[in-house]
C-alpha cells in the first residue's frame, strides 16, 4: 500500500492562536469537506482542496462538526456552548444551546436527529420539529456515535465509562474502561450483522465491544494515546491516529497494518473519503491533509493454483480449475505472497512463513499447514519461493534464504532486477528467470553462483515466460513489444506489439497467449494470430484455460482451440491437430477431426477423435478396415508385389473411402464408388438398409447377382426389424404370407391395418382369420371380431364374442335369430354380470331364461346371509321370498315333466299347525323347501320390528304391532333360533309390551326366560328391574288379551302353549292368519272344495251368481274376478236384504265338530258344493299354487267390520289400513315382495 498526498492546507493562527483542526466530516457522496478548525467551520472541495465557505458564525473553538446521511444537512459545535445546523450551502438553519461547550455533535444514520454532548449532558435535536430533549450525564462527554441502524448511541466520557443508549437517550449497556474515552466509532456493518463498537482510551488501548457490551477479544495495545479512531473502506479497516503524530492503517480486528501518514503534530482527527480510497487527517498545528492510497495488488501463481491477499491481512489460495478456496488468516499485515509447487511463502513485517500442502499427491488439495518460519526483518521488491529455498530481490541483489533463515547465496546484477520467476528443476536445483532493466534476460539455478545469460533484448524487460520444451524464450519490454527467441540461434521468431504480459502454453509447446490494450492475442506455430476482446493481464495459460488478473481479482477464461484446430487440419497435420484438441475443443470439433482424419485415412488419428466423442459407429467402422487391411498385407507379403495386387490395393482403398463415404451420409457417391470397383450388391445392401427401395432396385438392375423379388422379401423383413409394421405388412400380404402379417400387425395392436389385411384375404383362409379374430378379442374390438366371425361364418364363436365384450344386446337377437339354441351361453354369463353390477332382480330373471334355478338360488342365499349378518332383515325377508318363489318354480317345473297334472294324494295345506301331512310328488321336496323360505321370510320381517324397537333410541312402531310381532315369533320359531335373530331381544319386546297391555302373565314367563339366557351387561340391571317389578303384578293376563279361533271359537293363549313351533290354534289347528304389518289375528278361515271338486269347479261355483242375487252384488264386482292383478280401496257393498250372505257358510262352519279332528294333523275344512255356491266371492280369497299343490281358498268371516287385502304376488293379507299405510310411505309397495300396487 502507498499513500500520496492530494493536497494539504495549513489553517493560519487567529489571535496569536494556533487553528487546531479538531474536526472533519465528509458529505456522504465524498465531494466536501468540513472542517472544525478554530473557531471557524470552514468548507473544502475535497477534489481540489479549495477552500469553498469560511463560516465565522461560533464565537469561540468549534470542537466538532459532522453531516447528515442524505447530505442536506450538516452541524457543528464547541465551546460558545452553541450547536449550529447547516445546509449544504452553508446557509444556518437551526441554532441551540447548551450550558456548556459542545464536546460532539452526530447524526442519526437513519433519521435526521442530532445527537449533541456536552461536559454534563446531552441532546437530541429534530431538526424539522425545533425541540431539544436534553438528558444528564455524571461524566464530561468525549465522543458518540450513532449505530448503523440508528437504534443505539455509544457515548465516551472523561471519567472512561462507554455509555449505550436507545433513541431516547435511555441508557441501555455501560462499559467500564481505565481511562478516559477520547474516541469511538460503530461499525458500518450491514443490517444482519451484529454491530461492533472501536473504543480507543488514552490508556494507550484499543478494544472491541458487541452493543450488548461484551467485550471481543483482548485490548489491543498501543504505542501512543489515540485521538481518532473511524471505520474505513466499507468497514474493512481502521484509521487511528493520536499522541504518534502519524494517521495509521489496522484491521478491523484492530492489526496495524501500514502507516498512511506523518503530521507535524497530534493527530486529532483522521476520516476516510465515502467512495474513494483517500483520508483525510487534522492535526493539532492546523494542518488537513487528504491522501489517496494506492493498495497494491499483493498474490503469486503457479500453474493453476493462485494465492492473494484480501483486507492485507488474509491469504486466500483458490484453485483456478475447481475453483475451490481456502483462507489462510494470517494475523498480521502480509507484504509478499509467493507459491511453487506444494510450497506457499508468505511475508510479514518481521518474518517469512512458509507453509506446505498437507497431501502433495492430490493435485486438488488445499490444505495448507506451517512447515518453517524465518524470524527476520527483510526488505525486498519481489519474493520467489523454490522447494527449499526462499528467494527476495532488492533493486540489483538476489538474496536465497533457506527455511531456517540462513542466507546461502547473493547475486550482484550490473542492472535493476524488473522481473523474476521460478521456471521449475529438481528440489534444490530449480533455475529461475530474471529480466533486468538493461534487457538482459538471465538463468540462474539456485545451486549455481553464476547466472546465464540466454538474451540480450532492446529495451527494459516487463514479462518473461519459457516454453514447454525451454527452447523459445517469450519477452515482453517496457514499450509493449513481445518478442519470441529461440534460445538455440538466439534470433527472433515471431514480434508483434500492444502486450502488457506473455505467458507460453504449458501443455503445448507452440502456443504463446500475451494481453494488452483490452485485447486477448493467441499465437499457434506459424499460423497467424488469433484475437478476442479481454481485460485484465495474462498471467497463466494451461491447456484452453487462460488466467488472467482483473485488479485483485483472478478470472478463469475458457479459450476453445478451434481455429488452431481447423488451421492444422486444412494443413493436414493430423498429430498436430490431435494434440491443439487435446488442449480442449468441442464435441463438434473432436468430431470434425476424427472424420477429416478418416478420409485421410489416418486412421489411429480417427480412432482417438471417435473415442473421445464415443462414437462406437465409427470405431468399428476403424476397425473393420484396419482388419481388412491385415489381412490385404499378409496376403501381399506372401504372395510378392506385382501389378495385379498394386491394383487389389487400390480398390481395396476405393472401397474403404466407400464405406466412409457411406458413413458419412454420402450414400450416393459411396453407392458410385461400390459400383465403380465392382460391388454393386454393397451399394443394394447399403440402400436395403437405409429402407430406399427405389435406389436399391435402381442399382439391382445393374446387377445380376441381385433378385428383385428377393428385394421386395428383404424390404417386409427390415420393415419389421425396424417397425415399420404396417410396411411390412403390405409386403408380406403381397408375397402372400398372411400368416407373418396377422402376427405382426396384430402383436403391435394396430388394428385398423389388421381389420385390413383381413378383408384382403379370402374366405378359406380359417387359420389367419381365426388369428385376426383372436387378437380383436383381445383388445376389445367388438365391431372388427364380429366382421371376422361373420366372414368365417362361426356364430358359436361370434355369440362367446359378444357375451366376452358384454354386448348383451347382439348376444340376444343373435340367440333369437337362432331360435334360443345358445340361451344358456348367453343368459347365464348375462346373469352372472348382472349380480356383480348389483342387478339382482334382473340377474334372477336371467338365471330363470338360463334355466339354471340353482344359481339363482345360489345368489339369493349369499344376499339374504350378507342382508342378515348386515341387520337389513326387511332385505333378507324380500330375498328369501323369492328363494321360496324358485322353490315353487322348481316344483311346478317337476310336475309338469312328470306329467302329472291331477292331484296325487293327499294334499298340504299351508299353514303352520303341528303335524302336518307331507307332500308327495316329485315336487315334494321343493314346496317343502318353499314353505320353509316362506316361513323364513316372514320371520324375518318381523324380528325386523323387533330389531328396530331394541336398537332404535326413537321409533315410530305401534307398541301393539311389536307385541304382536314378538307373540307370532315366539310361536313360530323353534328350539333353534334361525341365524341372525335373538331370543333375547323378542323376550324383552314381549315382555315390555306385554307389560304395557296388561299380558302380565306373559311379561312374567318373558322376563323368567331371558334370566336363563346371555344378553349384554348393559340389560342387566334393567332386567333385573323389570323382572323384580312384574312379580306386583298379577300373574294372569287380560282377558282381552286373549283372542278366539275364526274357525272353531276356541280361546287361544297368546303363545302357544305346544313344545315345537306352531302359529295355530290350540283345538283345531287351524294356522293363524296375520296382517304383515301388524301382525294382527285377521278373520280368516280356511277351506278346501269337497272330495272329488277339482279347484277349477270349485271356482266355477263361487264366480256362478247365487240363487236370489240382486243385480250389482254378482261377481263382478269381486276382486278374483279382477284375476287379482290390482287392488282398490273402495269399500264392499253389503248384502241385499233378501239375497245371498255369508250365513250359508257361517251356518256350515258352525255344524262342523272340529273337537273330534286328530291334533296330530291339519285339515283344512271341506265344504260342499251348495254351500260354495251360496257364499259371495268378494268375501272369497283364493291362492293359485303352481302345478303340484293344490289351490287355497279362505273366507273373510267378518267382511263388514274387518275389511282385508290380499298382495297378489306374495299372497301376504293385510287389514286394509295397515296396508294404505304401508302403500303411503314406501311408494305403492308390498313390504315384503316390493310388488308395485295398483291403487
Known sequence: ????????????????????????????????????????????????????????????????????????????????????????????????????????????????QLASCTANDFGLCVPEEKSVTRTRVGARILCCDWTHDGQHLALGLYSGQVSIRDQTGQEKVCIERNAPVWTLAWHPARSDQVPVLAVGCWDSTLSFYQVSGIQLGKDRKLDFDPCTVSYFDNGNYLLVGGSDRRVTLYSRDGIRLTEIAETDDWCWVSKGQPGTAAVAAGSNSGAISLFKLSFAPVNGLYQDRFAYTENMTDVVVQHLSSEQKVRIKSRDYVKKVALYRNRLAIQQPDKIVIYELSNESDPFDLRYRVRDKIYQKLECNLLVVTSLHVILCHDKKLQMFDFSGRKEKEWSMESMIR?????????????????????????????????????????????????????????????????????????????????????WNSEFEDMLCYSGDGTLSIKTGAFPVHRQAMEGIVVGFKGSKIFSLQAEEMETVDVPQSASLYRYLDAKDYTMAYKVACLGVTESDWR?????????????IARKAFIRVRDLKYIELINSIEQERRQRNRACDAEGQDENEKRARQKQQGLHLAMVMAYQGR???????????????????????LRQWEEAKTFAAGSASVDVQELIQRQGEWAQETGDVKLAAEMYCAAGQYDKAVRLVGEAGMLDEL?????????????????CADYFRHFGHHQYAKEVYLKMNDVQSLMKLHVTLNKWEDAFLLSAQHGNKYAEDVYLPYAQWLAEHDRFDEAQVAFKKADRPEKSMLMLKELSQSAITEQRYEDAAYYLWLLSGEQLSLAGAAEEFAGRNEDDGEEKRPGSGKGKIAPKGPGAKHLQASAHFQSLAQQYFAYGIISRYTDEPFSSLEPETVFNAGRFLMNVMGPQAPYGISRAAILWAVGKEGETFGAYKLARHAFDKLGHLRVPESWLPQIDLETMLIQSKPYSDREEQHFICYRCSTTNPLVHASAGPADCCVQCAHPFIRSLKSFDLLPLVEFAPEAGMSDEEAFALLRSEPVGAQSGSGPETSEEEKRV???????????????????????????????????????????????????????????????????????????????????????????????????????????????????
Open 419 to 503: 522481473y523474476m520467476k521460478v521456471v521449475g528443476g529438481p528440489a534444490g536445483k530449480e533455475g529461475l528467470l530474471v529480466g533486468l532493466k538493461n534487457g538482459v534476460v538471465l538463468r540462474l539455478f539456485v545451486d549455481n553462483p553464476f547466472p546465464i545469460q540466454l538474451i540480450k533484448h532492446r529495451e527494459t524487460i516487463r514479462c518473461l515466460d519459457l516454453s514447454q520444451s525451454r527452447t523459445k524464450l517469450a519477452v515482453v519490454d517496457s514499450k509493449g513489444d513481445c518478442v519470441v527467441y529461440d534460445l538455440e540461434s538466439q534470433e527472433e521468431v515471431f514480434a508483434d506489439k500492444n502486450a502488457w504480459s506473455v505467458a
Open 1 to 112: 500500500m502507498r499513500a500520496t498526498c492530494t493536497w494539504s492546507d495549513s489553517v493560519p493562527e487567529r489571535d496569536n492562536q494556533k487553528s487546531t483542526v479538531w474536526d472533519l466530516a465528509f458529505s456522504p457522496d465524498g465531494n466536501r469537506l468540513v472542517a472544525a478548525a478554530g473557531s471557524r467551520v470552514l468548507v473544502y472541495e475535497s477534489a481540489t482542496g479549495d477552500l469553498a465557505h469560511s463560516l465565522k458564525s461560533h464565537k469561540d473553538t468549534v470542537y466538532t462538526v459532522d453531516y447528515s446521511a442524505d447530505g442536506e444537512l450538516f452541524a457543528s459545535g464547541g465551546a460558545d456552548n452553541t450547536v449550529i445546523i447547516w445546509t449544504k450551502n452553508a446557509e444556518g438553519v437551526l441554532k441551540f444551546s447548551h450550558t456548556d461547550s459542545i464536546q460532539k455533535v452526530k447524526f442519526n444514520p437513519v433519521t435526521k
Open 755 to 771: 381389420i385390413e389385411v383381413a378383408r384382403v384375404m379370402d374366405a378359406k383362409e380359417l387359420v389367419a382369420l381365426r388369428k
Open 1125 to 1239: 292383478d290390482r287392488i282398490s280401496f273402495e269399500e264392499t257393498t253389503a248384502p241385499q236384504q233378501g239375497g245371498t250372505d255369508s250365513s250359508a257358510f257361517s251356518a256350515f262352519l258352525f255344524d262342523c265338530d272340529f273337537s273330534q279332528q286328530e291334533s296330530a294333523h291339519y285339515r283344512a275344512v271341506e265344504v260342499p258344493a251348495q254351500v260354495l255356491k251360496q257364499t259371495p266371492l268378494n268375501e272369497i280369497f283364493v291362492i293359485r299354487w303352481p302345478a303340484g299343490r293344490r289351490w287355497q281358498f279362505f273366507k273373510n268371516i267378518m267382511p263388514d267390520v274387518v275389511p282385508i287385502l290380499k298382495c297378489p304376488q306374495c299372497h301376504s293379507f293385510f287389514h286394509e289400513e295397515d296396508l294404505e299405510t304401508v302403500c303411503l310411505s314406501n311408494g305403492n309397495k308390498c313390504p315384503l315382495c316390493k310388488f308395485q300396487l295398483t291403487i
Open 592 to 604: 470434425f477431426l476424427g472424420l477429416t482424419a478418416l478420409q485421410g485415412l489416418e486412421l489411429e
Open 667 to 689: 450414400f450416393q457417391e459411396a453407392a458410385k464408388l461400390y459400383t465403380k470397383f465392382g460391388h454393386a450388391d454393397r451399394a443394394v445392401d447399403m440402400f436395403s438398409d
